[in-house]
């Protein structure tokens, strides 16, 4: 049974926008955890991408930095990430979980695809 679920993603034109959703158990949805989003590249190793605390504290990436911000809503146990001047490297497909992660709570994923 998965944990999470992601959605949201799609194929987007260099500089846009998009808006990704992560609904989860209460496992994932708690005041102790950091709710997370990570992105894969084929080939490549899963890439922390922001983070954030029940507090409503965030970190994100460095290579997202002004462009990605991460929100959570506590009481509807989703979390999105909100993702503006889209470059081709930001495509992926991007996860949801825990920072650090549990690994038997990987969902499907949403791929994100920026391109012209």
């Known amino acids: 049974q998965e944990q999470v679920v992601e959605s949201g993603g799609g194929l987007v034109e260099p500089g846009g926008s998009l808006t990704l959703s992560c609904t989860g158990s209460?496992?994932?949805?708690?005041?102790?955890?950091?709710v997370a989003w990570y992105r894969q590249v084929p080939g490549k190793q899963r890439e922390l991408v922001a983070r954030?605390?029940?507090?409503?504290?965030?970190t994100v990436a460095d290579s997202v930095k002004g462009r990605f911000t991460i929100s959570r809503d506590n009481y509807k146990a989703t979390a999105y990430l909100q993702m503006n001047r889209l470059e081709p490297e930001d495509t992926a497909v991007y996860y949801c979980?825990?920072?650090?992660?549990?690994?038997?709570?990987w969902g499907q994923g949403t791929q994100v695809t920026v391109s012209a």
């Open positions: 979980n825990t920072d650090p992660p549990f690994d038997t709570d």
């Open positions: 954030a605390a029940f507090s409503g504290f965030t």
């Open positions: 209460p496992r994932i949805f708690n005041i102790m955890t950091m």
